[in-house]
Nanobody, 120 residues
Framework: VQLQASGGGLVQPGGSLRLSCSAF????????MGWYRQRPGKQREKVAT???????TYDDSVEGRFAVSRDNAKNTVYLEMNNLEPEDTAVYLC???????????????WGQGTQVTVSS
């Protein structure tokens, strides 16, 4: 099982980007999915999470600007980022708790990270 993320890039302040992350492999069920970020010189922090039933949480710093969603049929999670600020510059990583085919428990997986740079 692996997670593949895409959609990062360079954007001006006030701009928008959409990230996506899909899970591939011998998957029985994808449970909690989410996005984290690693800003320069700071610890990894949670940005947003979404349950299979669309229960959502956001970090206070992105509430009202970012929107997380998912497509269970495609094992994919999205992050719509609006009104981006320079402080949003970071490597964004997707995360998912997945039960593989034949497994009794879920396992946590991480994507490879995608760079988002907000600069004029």
């Amino acid at each position: 099982v692996q997670l593949q993320a895409s959609g990062g890039g360079l954007v001006q302040p006030g701009g928008s980007l959409r990230l996506s992350c899909s899970a591939f492999g011998t998957i029985d069920r994808v449970h909690l999915m989410g996005w984290y970020r690693q800003r320069p010189g700071k610890q990894r922090e949670k940005v947003a999470t979404i349950t299979r039933e669309n229960g959502i949480t956001y970090d206070d710093s992105v509430e009202g600007r970012f929107a997380v969603s998912r497509d269970n049929a495609k094992n994919t999670v999205y992050l719509e980022m609006n009104n981006l600020e320079p402080e949003d510059t970071a490597v964004y990583l997707c995360n998912a708790w997945i039960r593989r085919v034949g497994a009794r428990m879920t396992t946590e997986f991480w994507g490879q990270g995608t760079q988002v740079t907000v600069s004029s």
